[in-house]
């Protein structure tokens, strides 16, 4: 019984230091967007550039190994200049991952690829705007396979989907 009680608390514990995501609000409120219910809120940080970042739970044998997560980065940028060096440097920063394999682009100002984690291949699909003097990433970034199958992952991308649509 004390086993029971004590995995249960801890359990607890853990579910405590993670909140679940929903409504988001960055750059002063200039910026919203809103998350699937499950998927929890997992770092943030404040001022430039400020960050947020959520894990997408993956229930499957491969949730434990790899996390599935979505990134929204913004950083006050002054011009057009400014943030097209920001995408470049964020590009040249995904080639110098390990295993990196560049995708087709999906759309303007976006980049798919696969690079390697921990011995784990991953897909990438990052996404670029600049908008009110910031510029503003997503990076949507899940296992290349998962054991959830092929409902998880199309869950993972609707909602990266759903993100991009709130923040172009």
Not at 47 to 75: I, Y
Not at 117 to 132: C, D, I, K, P
Request: one cysteine or more; a neutral charge; proline letters at 5%.
């Amino acid at each position: 019984m004390s086993f029971l009680r004590n995995t249960l608390l801890a359990c607890l514990l853990l579910l405590a230091g993670s909140a679940y995501a929903g409504e988001v609000e960055m750059a002063n409120g200039t910026l919203h967007f809103s998350t699937p219910d499950n998927w929890l809120a997992i770092m943030e940080t404040q001022g430039d550039p400020e960050l947020r970042v959520f894990q997408v739970p993956d229930t499957s044998p491969t949730g434990s190994t790899a996390l599935a997560r979505v990134t929204v980065t913004v950083k006050q940028v002054p011009d057009v200049s400014a943030f097209q060096a920001y995408v470049n440097t964020a590009n040249a920063k995904a080639k110098a991952l390990s295993g990196y394999q560049a995708g087709s682009s999906p759309a303007p100002n976006a980049s798919t690829y696969t690079a390697q984690e921990n011995g784990t291949q991953f897909s990438y699909v990052e996404r670029y705007w600049f908008r009110e003097g910031h510029a503003i990433q997503l990076r949507c970034v899940r296992p290349a396979q998962s054991q959830a199958g092929p409902a998880w992952k199309a869950a993972f991308d609707k909602g990266c989907d759903a993100i991009a649509d709130r923040l172009k």
